[in-house]
């Protein structure tokens, strides 16, 4: 996702959006694809490259990935660093939706 289109998919969005803040070499980064599929069939999830996105993930305070944001109403509801497990982020993703 480029930063262009993360106001419109992200901040203005209705529902609640995971955003996975991520880079190809990062070997945790791949371990998450499975269980971010997975929340994908029921929840809005958006990808960032940090490496080619440089801005948005400073402006997010990203300083190590992945990072995990859960946005509601514009704002991060919830922040995850690191590896997480699928029944976290769905516990969360339900109480905001």
Known sequence: MEE???KRE???SSEPVLVDFWAEWCGPCRHMN???AAIARDYKVCKVNVDTN???AAK???SAIPTLLIFKNGSVAKRYEGVTSEQALRADLL???
């Open 60 to 62: 997010f305070h990203v």
């Open 54 to 56: 440089q801005p948005l």
């Open 95 to 97: 109480a905001l939706a």
């Open 34 to 36: 499975p269980v971010l």
């Open 10 to 12: 992200v901040i203005d």
């Open 4 to 6: 262009y289109n993360f």
